[in-house]
């Protein structure tokens, strides 16, 4: 069945520097959705990104997804402490139902 | 606009018991899931409903069953409660392929 992997699993910045987590399929997707999940909290959706090569910012934040429609990025330039939370990438198929990534927690230390 | 509402928001249930997990949304979505969240698993798909009146199976749904009861409410129940369905269950809705929107998740706990 189709995967999504993601890493790292983990991730400690101090604030200001950069962040990345890389999302990667086991099948060609039709669509990929960024979460977020602060602690003790629940998924919001950040964005979908459907066109093969599509590059969409949101503020200091910047996703891709891959040429080939199998992979995908969160770029966070400049961290701040109200970025800490959990990122999740989930990749969509024939169907409406995502399949999730495992998640990459990012910890923003002041 | 409440969004996605889900009950109970904490359970304890002993091994053996049953019950069911109720969630809602009004914002008039035609598909609903249900998914579990357990440490370093991410998020994992139990059962959706695409449309009123349909169900499928998504990657764990062993344990479980679903009632899509209309379109706005679509509940999770579990007959014989196991130590390994402890863990944290979020309703979520969509429209198509556009972003979900997640209940505040469900804590069960099964001793």
């Known amino acids: 069945g189709q995967q999504v992997m993601q890493i790292p699993q983990y991730q400690h910045v101090q604030e200001g520097e950069d962040f990345t987590t890389y999302c990667n399929s086991s099948t060609t997707l039709s669509n990929i959705q960024w979460y977020k999940q602060r602690p003790g909290g629940h998924p919001v959706f950040l964005i979908q990104?459907?066109?093969?090569?599509e590059v969409k910012k949101q503020k200091r934040l910047t996703f891709q997804f891959g040429e080939a429609k199998k992979n995908s990025s969160l770029h966070i330039t400049a961290t701040q402490t109200t970025d800490v939370g959990t990122y999740f990438c989930a990749g969509g198929g024939a169907t409406n139902k995502l399949i999730f990534g495992t998640g990459t927690l990012l910890a923003v230390q002041p | 606009n409440a969004g996605v509402t889900q009950t109970p928001k904490f359970q304890v249930l002993k091994t053996g018991q049953s019950m069911t997990l109720q969630c809602a949304q009004d914002?008039?979505?035609?598909?609903m899931y249900w998914y579990r969240q357990d440490p370093g698993m991410g998020l994992r798909l139990i059962y959706y409903?695409?449309?009123?009146?349909?169900?499928d199976k998504g990657e764990v749904p062993n344990g479980y069953n679903v009632s899509r009861l209309n379109k706005r409410e679509f509940s999770l129940r579990l007959e014989s409660a196991a130590p390994s369905q402890t863990s944290v269950y979020f309703c979520?809705?969509?429209?198509?392929?556009?972003?979900?929107?997640f209940g505040s998740g469900t804590r069960l706990t099964v001793v």
């Open positions: 914002m008039n979505h035609n598909s």
């Open positions: 409903s695409a449309s009123e009146g349909t169900t």
């Open positions: 990104l459907v066109k093969s090569g």
């Open positions: 979520a809705s969509s429209v198509g392929w556009n972003g979900y929107t």
